[in-house]
């Protein structure tokens, strides 16, 4: 049974920084993708970004490209967001989740969830 445990959101001023975490148990860890999405009220899931399996190579949605970075540690089966730059458009809920395929942004990919995260950016 596959289970994803999110931590790490919470409440940052604009500009600030912070780091997600989401550990994975019931699966061989270093086999999988591992994304990140997010969702706002009221408005639709949106890719934030992702590290392959055996490459480790990432990609990032648009909007995030160069303020965030996912990162993962397979010897702890635990994979990170880091958050820097943060803006009030950023507020959301976070959820990491899993895939089979080597890299893809689509959230049809991904087939296990996290229970999310709130991040909420002040301004």
């Known amino acids: 049974q596959v289970h994803l445990v999110e931590s790490g959101g919470g409440l940052v001023q604009a500009g600030g920084s912070l780091r997600l975490s989401c550990v994975a148990s019931?699966?061989?860890?270093?086999?999988?993708?591992m994304g990140w999405f997010r969702q706002a009220p009221g408005k639709e899931r949106e890719f934030v970004g992702a590290i392959s399996r055996s490459t480790g190579n990432t990609d990032y949605g648009a909007s995030v490209k160069g303020r965030f970075t996912v990162s993962r540690d397979n010897a702890k089966n635990t994979v990170y967001l880091q958050m820097t730059s943060l803006k009030p458009e950023d507020t959301a809920v976070y959820y990491c989740a899993v895939s089979i395929v080597i890299m893809t942004s689509r959230t049809d990919d991904y087939g296990y969830w996290g229970q999310g995260t709130q991040v909420t950016v002040s301004s």
């Open positions: 019931g699966l061989t860890f270093r086999l999988f993708t």
